[in-house]
């Protein structure tokens, strides 16, 4: 790893996913001179091939408790970092920087925080496995290739889906599906963030109009939420990316307006008490 001169960015994946899904991210912005980390959510750090064989230390893992795990790896930086999610990552962010931590944020295709109406049944599609089957809130759920390729990668041949799958994919817990889907009902949601706070560090917001898992209405009504705040919040959407904008051809497109953004608008911080 070259000098992280210019300091730290932590990449934090979404469900059905690990590390690996930021591959290609951790060797680009390792080359810009940045310290990379890409820690998993927790039960969730071992090879792809292991987690499908037994996924069993992740289940029960929710929502809560992954902010808490990336809180705790945050804060044992030199310096605020440049956190990047995706999917749930994504709402880790916003969660994250409501908590005081980063030096700024980008949410990527971020499953919505709570108060964004249209999420319901239909709102986030990822969850229809586990909203099916409510039993499965405890356990841990797969995608089938058919469903990964209609609701992530649709905008691939089945043969390009198909190659991802194998590459990327995991069996996920299904809690922090449940907790998404029915924040709005829930007092105290996982997802739960001050929409006004005016503290926090700058946040944009990613979407893809391709995007079948969190249709870009969301993304912008999510964005829309934060119109209370003072605090820099942007959007961007990009035209015929799916969900898995990550890591289909022309990702490099998302990662360098990812990047650029947060170096223009981060600001010196230290990390909230």
């Known amino acids: ?121 239909k709102g986030l599609k990822s969850a229809l496995p586990v909203l099916s089957k409510p039993a499965l809130r405890g356990r841990t759920v797969a995608l089938t290739p058919r469903q990964w390729h209609q609701g992530f990668a649709n905008t691939l041949t089945g043969e390009e889906a198909r190659a991802a799958y194998d590459r990327y994919l995991v069996p996920t817990p299904g809690r922090p599906l449940w907790e998404a889907v029915t924040a709005n009902l829930v007092r105290h949601a996982a997802t739960r963030v001050n929409l006004r706070n005016a503290d926090r560090a700058p946040l944009l917001l990613i979407a893809g109009s391709a995007d079948q898992t969190v249709p870009p209405a969301l993304s912008r009504q999510n964005f829309q939420r934060y119109h209370s705040s003072s605090a820099v919040t942007d959007y961007k959407e990009f035209p015929g990316r799916p969900h898995f904008s990550i890591g289909v051809p022309g990702w490099e497109e998302v990662a360098d307006y990812a990047l650029d953004w947060a170096e223009r608008h981060r600001a010196p911080r230290a990390h909230a008490a």
């Open 1 to 121: 790893m070259k000098n992280a001169s210019k300091g730290s960015i932590v990449l934090i994946h979404g469900l059905w996913f690990t590390p690996r899904a930021w591959e290609h991210w951790v060797d680009r912005y390792t080359e810009q001179g940045y310290q990379v980390l890409a820690p998993a959510w927790p039960g969730m750090d071992r090879e792809v091939e292991a987690l499908r064989q037994d996924p069993s230390g992740m289940r029960g893992v929710g929502i809560g408790e992954a902010a808490d795990h990336f809180e705790k790896i945050i804060r044992g930086l030199d310096a605020p970092p440049i956190i990047i999610g995706h999917s749930f990552g994504g709402v880790l962010v916003q969660i994250l920087l409501d908590r005081g931590l980063g030096a700024a944020g980008v949410a990527i295709d971020s499953t919505p925080v709570r108060g964004v109406l249209q999420l319901g049944l």
